[in-house]
Nanobody, 120 residues
Framework: QVQLVESGGGLVQAGGSLRLSCVASGTIFSINDMGWYRQAPGNQREMVALISNDSSTNYLDSVKGRFTISRDNVKNTVYLQMNSLKPEDAVVYYC??????????????WGQGTQVTVSS
């Protein structure tokens, strides 16, 4: 079984910073894309940042220049450094990974979600 476990959410003042982490564990053959999505109540989940296994990145327009995604392929971990946080960034963030497990097939995996709260 594969699990994604997130950490790093919490409360921060507007303009502050948080760093999210997500570790993939279990029977993993390889990992393709990793990334972060977010979802506000009543809204669809949206992609915040993605990073491929060769470190190519893609960002939501509204976070470009403020958020930075990175990964450690040895530790099967993806990070999201969030700077200059705004009240509109205050939603639940979900870790995502496209993982090839022992079956040799790729599957989408999701973390349980971590709340980011930004006080104005």
């Amino acid at each position: 079984q594969v699990q994604l476990v997130e950490s790093g959410g919490g409360l921060v003042q507007a303009g502050g910073s948080l760093r999210l982490s997500c570790v993939a564990s279990g029977t993993i053959f390889s990992i393709n894309d990793m990334g972060w999505y977010r979802q506000a109540p009543g809204n669809q989940r949206e992609m915040v940042a993605l990073i491929s296994n060769d470190s190519s990145t893609n960002y939501l327009d509204s976070v470009k220049g403020r958020f930075t995604i990175s990964r450690d392929n040895v530790k099967n971990t993806v990070y999201l450094q969030m700077n200059s946080l705004k009240p509109e960034d205050a939603v639940v963030y979900y870790c995502y990974a496209d993982i090839i497990d022992h079956t040799g097939r790729p599957y989408d995996y999701w973390g349980q979600g971590t709340q980011v709260t930004v006080s104005s």
